[in-house]
Each structure stands twice: as structure tokens, then as C-alpha cells.
């Protein structure tokens, strides 16, 4: 192997096992931004993730970091207890959109509005993904599940809710952001934003939040090329990519 | 008379909505039957499969160990069960999806070129009835009328082409099988 | 007769619940039992009736509570770890003498487990659950036929006792399709008298008492009054080739069909053995089982728990009989072999064994 140069190089973050996601999904490419991340952070050894109860429940299978399996929506409080007992640990909470926003409702927002100095990945799929496609928080109105057989209705269903949108009235967050990974071109830039976010956290800013809009092909009943496109469609009218809240601006 | 049924290929094939027509069948042929999913997370990374069980009394366990009769559509699926199938059971194959065809010796094997057939007749969406048919022919079990006459309980919004295809179907699997 | 249809456990019970009176229902997603809230989603807005996904299994059982206590007939269905949430809302309803259909399809646990079938949420469900001295009404069915027939007379029995029932079945039970025959629309009455908006008197409900005169001491007595009742009334029970065995099996559920088959295997092989099959697991049917225990040579306990059933067990049975367990642990499902082979076994040896 001597003097061959490698132009892309798997991190040494990432296992060598092969994933469960379906071909196309957003969680993969996720993953690697951030193992990609902790390696060039140095961070590996200090790192502690909580996964989620959804699909990337496996998540310890495939980032090579301490990990703490929570209950289904209780990660942050789960990442609170871990960070306010090892402060120099960088902990980062990875949650769907029913794990973070139906369930976990209540340490969402709570860890939130003490400002812990933790960072959460929010990946938004508009659908439960793990359990086969029914309506989340953030299925848009009209969308089809398994649970909306004929659309979200808003007059039985309510809304999408927003997140950041959501966050960003409370006074403590110190980074909030919704991004999204369907083309290189955003998935670079969000890349930077998770950088940032894990960044604040080793700096000691408090809590930031970096939501991803992501697909779910499978249970979209899509190709992941048409996801992709149904995302800057559909999605983002909804849930517009933009940074909500960066302390370091004030 | 009890027969350990399995159906398994990957997601997209109709394994599950053909075993469910195989299981419809049974009963109205009065027969006791279940009809068991591979569900959840299990269906992750595109495997699927079906058990369906059909006997003379109530079926006791509706997971299968140990098939009698294994209908086969795809290459890792072969791998699967080749080694699960009980001694003397019968293996169909879809010839369409797997190279290597070579089977245990003690395993009695049909083949049918199912995929193809399918997409010769229209659609490769009804490889899963291409392979009813073939294992109608091959063990007789069911009579290719009793599936024919459940197809419209099975399918109760199917459009009457759609049906008429699923017939065409049934009858190319049970009259080219190898 | 009308004809067998081939129906998924899961949407037979839905069905079956709906012609048993449901109109509402709220859950929230969990494998095994998916198909439960898809096909009310579907089903409800045609009878008239109400779906709602919930944000979480303590909100479900909580939107439950709300609506039975305004006389409604509404249920929740959930799996092992959802049904763990619903506890604190479950020691509520029965505090409050308020009916409520559970459906529980187990899966391994403990933790997040697994998704596969498994009955260790025994005790769980038997023996309260939350907080507080208070009993659920449990049905354990065998049969997809079984499964929708308790869903059915389930609303009965609650409305009839002001208490919650629980449906316990597990991940074959939900998933199987199995011929089976619904029964008819039941046609249901006004609410009742004490409910919410519909009684002549102001009615409250609750579980607080702190007033000295109507001290929580004697609401608990009126609770316990009830159970006993309940015990003397409900006690479902199948026995399956018992007169003249001399070995007996004590299993519920997906395990007790699979040991009919083993039953009737070793019966082929000279093996006089029989099956107990408690139905009601809460009342548990003791006296039954006593009676059935008191000559036998030996009963054997099959569970896909550790231990959970036979304590049960060993409660009806008293020492009338030697008791051996055969266990299968972690969301596993049994097989006819491995019974018929711990049973042969142990006829000549002695010992215990459980099956990973
Ligand atoms: C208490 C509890 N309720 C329900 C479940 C079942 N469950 C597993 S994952 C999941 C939802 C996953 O959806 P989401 O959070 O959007 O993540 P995704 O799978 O889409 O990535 C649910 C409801 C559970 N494990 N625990």
C-alpha cells in the first residue's frame, strides 16, 4: 500500500458493515457526514451518540462511537444525563420525526429550553419509517400513509409542526437549523452545518439543533430519484432550509 | 395431510399476496390453512417470504422449521431454505432470477422460468401467479380452478383485465413447468 | 353458516371490535400490530366512528380514558413496550371504574426486545401492571377466531364491570391470516348512567380520596369487592384430552396450540397426556386447574416466558402435583419437536430446562 494516494477514503468511523437502510435513503450519507466529522474532530474516543428508537436504531452498527440505546422519544433526556455527567464527552442525540417530535414531544423541548449543551440530528422523513409508513408529526397535508389512508386531513390530523420553527421560540438554543441532503451540492453544505453544531458544543455555546430533511423512498412509494425531487417540491414549501438561530452571529 | 408451504424471493415479487391467494384457496377448498409473513424489520434489505401451512385439522404452529414445499424467486432465497428443506421436499425455482440450479440430492426439484413468462404476458408483476401455477402442476395440492375462483376474493378491486391476466398467469406457470 | 373469510389477526380483532360496538380508537404505531391502527384508519370514518393517531401510548390509553368515561366504546391496541407506557393510564381507568378494551400483541422484550412473539408480559398483565391494588380482566385467545371473538365480547365485559380488559395475544396471533367467521353488528344502547354529559345526577370521575368520608380505604374495598365477584363470574378455561392423562400441559395462547399438536403426537406414541388451556388469565381459572392437577403423574408448564405462567401455576395447583417448566426466552416461538422431545424425556428423567 506504500505510495498509492488515496482521492476518498471510507473514515474509519464507519464500520464495515453494510447497512440495513434501503438504497437511497437519507440516514446513510448522514451517518457518514458525521463519522466523517468525528474523525477529522479527533473526537472518536469522546464521542457518545444516543440512537434512537426508528431506523436508525442500528446506528451503533455502523458509527464506531460509545453509543446509549434510548427509549422511543426519550433521547434527549437520555443525552442529559450523559452530558451533565461527563461535560468533556461530546454527546449527540440522532432522533426521526417521531421519535423527536410525537413521542418525545416534551424532552424535545425541554432539553431545549435548558440550553443543554448537547447537539441534536433531527432527520425528517414526513413518515414513520421503522414501523412501515404511518403519518408522523411532519407528514404533509394530502400525504399518504398507512395511517392517512386518504391524505393527511387536517381537520382530523392537524398540521405538519415545524421543528425549528417550533424551537426557535424558545430563549435558550444557542444553533438551530434545517438543512437538507438530496443533492452533493446541499449535502455539503450540510455538512458544514453539522460541523458547526458539533463545533458549539465543544465550545460550550448549549444546545443546537440541525434538522435534515430527508426521504423515505420505501414508504413514499417512490424511487429515490423521485424522493429527491419531491423533497425541493413538496417538502421544503413546507419546512423552508434555512438557518433559524446561530449565536455566533449575535 | 399436512403440507409446510414456503414462499420466498424479495420485496416487490407478491410473495405475500400470493401466498395469501394460496391460503384463500385452501380454505375454500375446506381445507384448515395459515398464512404467516415475514414482518417489520425483517423485511429491511429487500428479503421477503411467506409460510402458509395447509392441513386437515387445525393448524398448530403457523412458523415453519422445516418446509415440505419451498417456492423459490430468487438466488439468496435458494441459499436460505435449500438447507432448512425437510428430506424428500420439493423446490421451485424460478429459473428466471437463479443460475445454479443444483439442489441437494434428496430434494425433488421443478423449474419454471417464471420472470420471463411473466413479462412475456405482460407484466413481471404476475411472476408470483407464473409460480402458483407451477406449483399447482408440480404437487397438486390445490387445483389450478380452486386458485382461479379465489382470485376475485383476493383481489376484490382488481379490474376484470387484471384478473384475466393473474388467469394467464396461473395457467402458463402450471403448463411450462420444467 | 355464514363462510369463513381469511382474515389477519390484527384486522379481525379490529373488525370484530367494531361490530362488537368500537367506535373510537387511539393508538400508536408498534410491530406486531401495525395492521390494527391501518385498518381502523380505514374503517372507522365508514361506520361513523373516530381514529386517531395518537402522539404516544401514554396519550393513547389517556384518550381512551376520556372517551369510555363519557360512555363510549373505545379502545387502544399497542405492543410489549407501548403497553409498559399505558400502565400509569391503566391503574387510573381501573381506579376510576371506568371500562376500556387493551389489546396487547406481545413481543420480546425486556427493553426494546425484539419484534418476534412472546408472552413475557405475563405478569405484567395478571398481576396489575401500574401502581395500586387493582386487577384487569385478561382474555388470552389461541385462534385468529378466538382473537376477534374476545374482541368482540370484550366491550361487554368491561361496560358490564366498569373495568378494563386487556386482550393478551402475541406476534403470531397478529400476524397469522386464519379462516374465521365475524359475528354480526351488535346494536348498542345509550350511554350508561354514571358516564360523563349523559347521566341525570352530576357525575364526576376520579381516582383522588382524601376527604375523610369517602376515605380511599373504603373505595378499595368496593374495588376488591368487585374482583371477587368478577373471579366467581369469569372463568374461561379449555381442557383438551384431560380424562384420562396422567401427564398434563398447563400453556395459553400460540403456545397451547402448538402443544395440542404435541399432545396429540405423543397420544400416537402411548403417552396419555393432556392439555389445560386458561383462558381468562385474570380470573385465573385455579380451582379448574386444581381439580385437573390432582392425579397426575406430572405437569408440565410451557411458556415462551421464564417463569411467568407457573407462578400461576404453582398457586392453583398447591403441591397436588410435580410441576417442570419448559421455557422459551427472548421472542421465540416453540416448535412441536422440542416439546415432544422435553416431554418424552423427561417421563424418564427428571429436570428442569429451558430452551434459548
Ligand atoms: C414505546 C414505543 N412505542 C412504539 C414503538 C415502535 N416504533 C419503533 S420506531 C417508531 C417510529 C419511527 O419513526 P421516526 O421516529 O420518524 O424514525 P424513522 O424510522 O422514520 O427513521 C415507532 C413508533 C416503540 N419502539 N416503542
Same mark, same amino acid.
Given at each position: 500500500?506504500?505510495?498509492?494516494?488515496?482521492?476518498?477514503?471510507?473514515?474509519?468511523?464507519?464500520?464495515?458493515?453494510?447497512?440495513?437502510?434501503?438504497?437511497?435513503?437519507?440516514?446513510?450519507?448522514?451517518?457518514?457526514?458525521?463519522?466523517?466529522?468525528?474523525?477529522?474532530?479527533?473526537?472518536?474516543?469522546?464521542?457518545?451518540?444516543?440512537?434512537?428508537?426508528?431506523?436508525?436504531?442500528?446506528?451503533?452498527?455502523?458509527?464506531?462511537?460509545?453509543?446509549?440505546?434510548?427509549?422511543?422519544?426519550?433521547?434527549?433526556?437520555?443525552?442529559?444525563?450523559?452530558?451533565?455527567?461527563?461535560?468533556?464527552?461530546?454527546?449527540?442525540?440522532?432522533?426521526?420525526?417521531?421519535?423527536?417530535?410525537?413521542?418525545?414531544?416534551?424532552?424535545?423541548?425541554?432539553?431545549?429550553?435548558?440550553?443543554?449543551?448537547?447537539?441534536?440530528?433531527?432527520?425528517?422523513?414526513?413518515?414513520?419509517?421503522?414501523?412501515?409508513?404511518? !403519518?408522523?408529526?411532519?407528514?404533509?397535508?394530502?400525504?399518504?400513509?398507512?395511517?392517512?389512508?386518504?391524505?393527511?386531513?387536517?381537520?382530523?390530523?392537524?398540521?405538519?409542526?415545524?421543528?425549528?420553527?417550533?424551537?426557535?421560540?424558545?430563549?435558550?438554543?444557542?444553533?438551530?437549523?434545517?438543512?437538507?441532503?438530496?443533492?452533493?451540492?446541499?449535502?455539503?453544505?450540510?455538512?458544514?452545518?453539522?460541523?458547526?453544531?458539533?463545533?458549539?458544543?465543544?465550545?460550550?455555546?448549549?444546545?443546537?439543533?440541525?434538522?435534515?430533511?430527508?426521504?423515505?423512498?420505501?414508504?413514499?412509494? !417512490?424511487?429515490?430519484?423521485?424522493?429527491?425531487?419531491?423533497?425541493?417540491?413538496?417538502?421544503?414549501?413546507?419546512?423552508?432550509?434555512?438557518?433559524?438561530?446561530?449565536?455566533?452571529?449575535? | 395431510?399436512?403440507?409446510?408451504?414456503?414462499?420466498?424471493?424479495?420485496?416487490?415479487?407478491?410473495?405475500?399476496? &400470493?401466498?395469501?391467494?394460496?391460503?384463500?384457496?385452501?380454505?375454500?377448498?375446506?381445507?384448515?390453512?395459515?398464512?404467516?409473513?415475514?414482518?417489520?424489520?425483517?423485511?429491511?434489505?429487500?428479503?421477503?417470504?411467506?409460510?402458509?401451512?395447509?392441513?386437515?385439522?387445525?393448524?398448530?404452529?403457523?412458523?415453519?422449521?422445516?418446509?415440505?414445499?419451498?417456492?423459490?424467486?430468487?438466488?439468496?432465497?435458494?441459499?436460505?431454505?435449500?438447507?432448512?428443506?425437510?428430506?424428500?421436499?420439493?423446490?421451485?425455482?424460478?429459473?428466471?432470477?437463479?443460475?445454479?440450479?443444483?439442489?441437494?440430492?434428496?430434494?425433488?426439484?421443478?423449474?419454471?422460468? &417464471?420472470?420471463?413468462?411473466?413479462?412475456?404476458?405482460?407484466?413481471?408483476?404476475?411472476?408470483?401467479?407464473?409460480?402458483?401455477?407451477?406449483?399447482?402442476?408440480?404437487?397438486?395440492?390445490?387445483?389450478?380452478?380452486?386458485?382461479?375462483?379465489?382470485?376475485?376474493?383476493?383481489?376484490?378491486?382488481?379490474?376484470?383485465? &387484471?384478473?384475466?391476466?393473474?388467469?394467464?398467469?396461473?395457467? &402458463?406457470?402450471?403448463?411450462?413447468?420444467? | 353458516?355464514?363462510?369463513?373469510?381469511?382474515?389477519?389477526?390484527?384486522?379481525?380483532?379490529?373488525?370484530?371490535?367494531?361490530?362488537?360496538?368500537?367506535?373510537?380508537?387511539?393508538?400508536?404505531?408498534?410491530?406486531?400490530?401495525?395492521?390494527?391502527?391501518?385498518?381502523?384508519?380505514?374503517?372507522?370514518?365508514?361506520?361513523?366512528?373516530?381514529?386517531?393517531?395518537?402522539?404516544?401510548?401514554?396519550?393513547?390509553?389517556?384518550?381512551?380514558?376520556?372517551?369510555?368515561?363519557?360512555?363510549?366504546?373505545?379502545?387502544?391496541?399497542?405492543?410489549?413496550?407501548?403497553?409498559?407506557?399505558?400502565?400509569?393510564?391503566?391503574?387510573?381507568?381501573?381506579?376510576?371504574?371506568?371500562?376500556?378494551?387493551?389489546?396487547?400483541?406481545?413481543?420480546?422484550?425486556?427493553?426494546?426486545?425484539?419484534?418476534?412473539?412472546?408472552?413475557?408480559?405475563?405478569?405484567?398483565?395478571?398481576?396489575?401492571?401500574?401502581?395500586?391494588?387493582?386487577?384487569?380482566?385478561?382474555?388470552?385467545?389461541?385462534?385468529?377466531?378466538?382473537?376477534?371473538?374476545?374482541?368482540?365480547?370484550?366491550?361487554?365485559?368491561?361496560?358490564?364491570?366498569?373495568?378494563?380488559?386487556?386482550?393478551?395475544?402475541?406476534?403470531?396471533?397478529?400476524?397469522?391470516?386464519?379462516?374465521?367467521?365475524?359475528?354480526?353488528?351488535?346494536?348498542?344502547?345509550?350511554?350508561?348512567?354514571?358516564?360523563?354529559?349523559?347521566?341525570?345526577?352530576?357525575?364526576?370521575?376520579?381516582?383522588?380520596?382524601?376527604?375523610?368520608?369517602?376515605?380511599?380505604?373504603?373505595?378499595?374495598?368496593?374495588?376488591?369487592?368487585?374482583?371477587?365477584?368478577?373471579?366467581?363470574?369469569?372463568?374461561?378455561?379449555?381442557?383438551?384430552?384431560?380424562?384420562?392423562?396422567?401427564?398434563?400441559?398447563?400453556?395459553?395462547?400460540?403456545?397451547?396450540?402448538?402443544?395440542?399438536?404435541?399432545?396429540?403426537?405423543?397420544?400416537?406414541?402411548?403417552?396419555?397426556?393432556?392439555?389445560?388451556?386458561?383462558?381468562?388469565?385474570?380470573?385465573?381459572?385455579?380451582?379448574?386447574?386444581?381439580?385437573?392437577?390432582?392425579?397426575?403423574?406430572?405437569?408440565?408448564?410451557?411458556?415462551?416466558?421464564?417463569?411467568?405462567?407457573?407462578?400461576?401455576?404453582?398457586?392453583?395447583?398447591?403441591?397436588?402435583?410435580?410441576?417442570?417448566?419448559?421455557?422459551?426466552?427472548?421472542?421465540?416461538?416453540?416448535?412441536?419437536?422440542?416439546?415432544?422431545?422435553?416431554?418424552?424425556?423427561?417421563?424418564?428423567?427428571?429436570?428442569?430446562?429451558?430452551?434459548?
Amino acid at each position: 500500500m506504500s505510495d498509492k494516494k488515496y482521492l476518498y477514503k471510507k473514515t474509519a468511523v464507519l464500520t464495515d458493515k453494510s447497512s440495513h437502510y434501503c438504497p437511497g435513503c437519507s440516514h446513510g450519507l448522514v451517518h457518514k457526514m458525521l463519522a466523517e466529522i468525528i474523525e477529522e474532530f479527533g473526537i472518536q474516543k469522546k464521542t457518545i451518540f444516543v440512537a434512537p428508537v426508528g431506523c436508525a436504531v442500528l446506528l451503533y452498527d455502523y458509527i464506531d462511537c460509545d453509543t446509549l440505546e434510548a427509549a422511543h422519544g426519550r433521547a434527549p433526556a437520555s443525552a442529559t444525563g450523559i452530558k451533565r455527567s461527563n461535560p468533556d464527552n461530546v454527546v449527540i442525540a440522532y432522533q426521526g420525526d417521531g421519535d423527536l417530535l410525537a413521542i418525545g414531544m416534551a424532552e424535545t423541548i425541554h432539553a431545549a429550553n435548558r440550553g443543554e449543551n448537547i447537539t441534536v440530528i433531527f432527520i425528517n422523513n414526513a413518515i414513520y419509517g421503522m414501523t412501515g409508513g404511518q !403519518m408522523a408529526p411532519t407528514t404533509l397535508v394530502g400525504q399518504k400513509t398507512l395511517t392517512t389512508p386518504l391524505g393527511r386531513n387536517p381537520s382530523n390530523e392537524g398540521y405538519p409542526i415545524g421543528a425549528c420553527e417550533l424551537l426557535n421560540t424558545l430563549t435558550a438554543p444557542y444553533f438551530i437549523e434545517r438543512c437538507k441532503v438530496n443533492s452533493s451540492k446541499t449535502a455539503i453544505y450540510t455538512k458544514k452545518v453539522l460541523k458547526k453544531a458539533i463545533t458549539n458544543q465543544m465550545n460550550n455555546k448549549g444546545y443546537s439543533f440541525v434538522e435534515i430533511l430527508s426521504n423515505c423512498n420505501t414508504n413514499w412509494g !417512490m424511487t429515490p430519484l423521485d424522493a429527491n425531487k419531491w423533497i425541493d417540491e413538496n417538502v421544503e414549501k413546507i419546512f423552508p432550509v434555512k438557518n433559524f438561530r446561530d449565536g455566533d452571529a449575535k | 395431510m399436512l403440507n409446510k408451504i414456503v414462499l420466498a424471493g424479495f420485496g416487490g415479487q407478491g410473495i405475500i399476496v &400470493a401466498g395469501k391467494l394460496l391460503a384463500i384457496s385452501a380454505m375454500n377448498e375446506k381445507k384448515e390453512t395459515t398464512h404467516y409473513p415475514s414482518y417489520g424489520a425483517e423485511m429491511r434489505g429487500g428479503t421477503c417470504s411467506c409460510s402458509v401451512v395447509v392441513g386437515d385439522n387445525l393448524i398448530a404452529s403457523p412458523i415453519i422449521k422445516n418446509p415440505d414445499i419451498a417456492l423459490i424467486f430468487n438466488k439468496p432465497s435458494k441459499e436460505k431454505y435449500e438447507p432448512l428443506m425437510r428430506h424428500g421436499g420439493i423446490m421451485i425455482l424460478n429459473k428466471s432470477l437463479i443460475e445454479d440450479t443444483n439442489l441437494r440430492g434428496d430434494i425433488k426439484k421443478y423449474l419454471i422460468k &417464471a420472470s420471463e413468462i411473466a413479462e412475456q404476458l405482460g407484466s413481471v408483476k404476475s411472476t408470483n401467479m407464473v409460480m402458483l401455477g407451477a406449483f399447482v402442476k408440480a404437487t397438486s395440492i390445490i387445483k389450478l380452478d380452486a386458485i382461479i375462483n379465489s382470485l376475485t376474493i383476493a383481489f376484490p378491486n382488481a379490474k376484470e383485465k &387484471a384478473i384475466e391476466l393473474n388467469i394467464r398467469a396461473l395457467e &402458463a406457470g402450471y403448463n411450462n413447468l420444467e | 353458516m355464514k363462510d369463513k373469510i381469511l382474515m389477519k389477526g390484527n384486522e379481525a380483532l379490529a373488525e370484530a371490535a367494531i361490530r362488537g360496538g368500537c367506535r373510537y380508537y387511539f393508538g400508536y404505531p408498534i410491530t406486531p400490530q401495525n395492521e390494527v391502527p391501518a385498518y381502523m384508519s380505514k374503517r372507522l370514518p365508514e361506520v361513523g366512528g373516530v381514529f386517531i393517531q395518537a402522539e404516544s401510548e401514554t396519550a393513547s390509553i389517556n384518550m381512551v380514558y376520556g372517551a369510555c368515561a363519557s360512555g363510549a366504546r373505545a379502545m387502544t391496541s399497542s405492543s410489549s413496550p407501548g403497553i409498559s407506557l399505558m400502565q400509569e393510564g391503566i391503574s387510573y381507568i381501573a381506579g376510576s371504574e371506568v371500562p376500556a378494551v387493551i389489546i396487547n400483541v406481545m413481543r420480546g422484550g425486556p427493553g426494546l426486545g425484539n419484534i418476534s412473539p412472546s408472552q413475557a408480559d405475563y405478569l405484567q398483565s395478571v398481576k396489575g401492571g401500574g401502581h395500586g391494588d387493582y386487577n384487569v380482566i385478561i382474555f388470552a385467545p389461541s385462534t385468529v377466531q378466538e382473537l376477534a371473538d374476545y374482541a368482540y365480547d370484550s366491550f361487554d365485559v368491561a361496560f358490564k364491570y366498569r373495568n378494563p380488559v386487556m386482550i393478551l395475544a402475541d406476534g403470531v396471533l397478529g400476524q397469522i391470516s386464519e379462516g374465521v367467521i365475524l359475528p354480526e353488528f351488535k346494536e348498542i344502547k345509550d350511554a350508561p348512567e354514571w358516564a360523563l354529559g349523559k347521566g341525570k345526577e352530576r357525575n364526576i370521575i376520579r381516582s383522588l380520596f382524601l376527604n375523610p368520608e369517602d376515605r380511599l380505604t373504603t373505595h378499595n374495598i368496593h374495588l376488591q369487592e368487585k374482583y371477587r365477584r368478577i373471579e366467581k363470574e369469569i372463568q374461561y378455561f379449555e381442557e383438551y384430552k384431560c380424562e384420562d392423562a396422567e401427564y398434563l400441559i398447563v400453556a395459553y395462547g400460540t403456545t397451547s396450540r402448538i402443544c395440542k399438536s404435541a399432545i396429540d403426537n405423543m397420544r400416537n406414541n402411548g403417552i396419555k397426556i393432556g392439555l389445560f388451556r386458561p383462558i381468562s388469565l385474570w380470573p385465573f381459572p385455579y380451582a379448574k386447574l386444581k381439580e385437573n392437577a390432582a392425579s397426575k403423574e406430572t405437569l408440565f408448564v410451557v411458556e415462551m416466558a421464564y417463569n411467568q405462567l407457573e407462578q400461576d401455576v404453582r398457586i392453583g395447583v398447591e403441591g397436588a402435583a410435580p410441576i417442570e417448566r419448559l421455557n422459551k426466552l427472548g421472542g421465540s416461538v416453540f416448535n412441536e419437536e422440542e416439546i415432544i422431545d422435553f416431554i418424552s424425556n423427561s417421563i424418564t428423567l427428571k429436570g428442569n430446562k429451558y430452551v434459548g
